[in-house]
T-cell receptor, first 113, second 110 residues
Framework: DTEVTQTPKHLVMGMTNKKSLKCEQH?????MYWYKQKAKKPPELMFV???????INESVPSRFSPECPNSSLLNLHLHALQPEDSALYLC????????????FGPGTRLTVT | GENVEQHPSTLSVQEGDSAVIKCTYS??????FPWYKQELGKRPQLIID?????GEKKDQRIAVTLNKTAKHFSLHITETQPEDSAVYFC?????????FGTGTRLQVFP
């Protein structure tokens, strides 16, 4: 398997809801990432996990909570989001960090109402 | 921190012509420079990358050049085709993360 998969593809949630995004890879990669992408903008790094440990948090609000249950799975738990959090959320993985190729999943299109 | 500038923001070319996109970075410690292509509604796809110990890399119609002294790198696409139309992002790695450029929308007209 040479792909990063993400579920769901689309998500609409109210500001009081709790939901989770899921990302999975079976390439044996040891680094996984969450990015947020707004329309016509580049991906913006949120979190980096290296060997299942959180190594980078780009000062993301606590309403976004990442979790890495094992080396193949990455979750992003969402709670009390704001309409401005509506965006495409992309997961990526790589063999390691720094100079390794990052491969992106298809993303989850999130709309907060 | 690292800053990556990308130009132009939009580029229109005739099918068969060449396209060049340029990026500059600020941190001399950056040592890995990938290029991603993102079609509308799709994921960013890695199309080519270069490491700091190499000056040029080519893959069929796509090439990337790196000038470490000037801290800039460029993407060259030759014999462009309509399916090359997309947004292209350059990136530079620094301390375990990628910093992306602002993107170039390339349109190839038949």
């Amino acid at each position: 398997d040479t792909e990063v998969t993400q579920t769901p593809k689309h998500l609409v949630m109210g500001m009081t809801n709790k939901k989770s995004l899921k990302c999975e890879q079976h390439m044996g990669h040891r680094a996984m990432y969450w990015y947020k992408q707004k329309a016509k903008k580049p991906p913006e790094l949120m979190f980096v996990y290296s060997y299942e440990k959180l190594s980078i948090n780009e000062s993301v609000p606590s309403r976004f909570s990442p979790e890495c249950p094992n080396s193949s799975l990455l979750n992003l738990h969402l709670h009390a989001l704001q309409p401005e959090d509506s965006a495409l959320y992309l997961c990526a993985s790589s063999r390691g960090t720094a100079t390794y190729e990052q491969y992106f999943g298809p993303g989850t299109r999130l709309t907060v109402t | 921190g690292e800053n990556v500038e990308q130009h132009p923001s939009t580029l229109s070319v005739q099918e068969g012509d060449s396209a060049v996109i340029k990026c500059t970075y600020s941190d001399s410690a950056s040592n890995y420079f990938p290029w991603y292509k993102q079609e509308l509604g799709k994921r960013p796809q890695l199309i080519i990358d270069i490491r700091s110990n190499v000056g040029e890399k080519k893959d069929q119609r796509i090439a990337v050049t790196l000038n470490k002294t000037a801290k800039h790198f460029s993407l060259h696409i030759t014999e462009t085709q309509p399916e090359d139309s997309a947004v292209y992002f350059c990136a530079a790695s620094i301390t375990d993360k990628l910093i992306f450029g602002t993107g170039t929308r390339l349109q190839v007209f038949p």
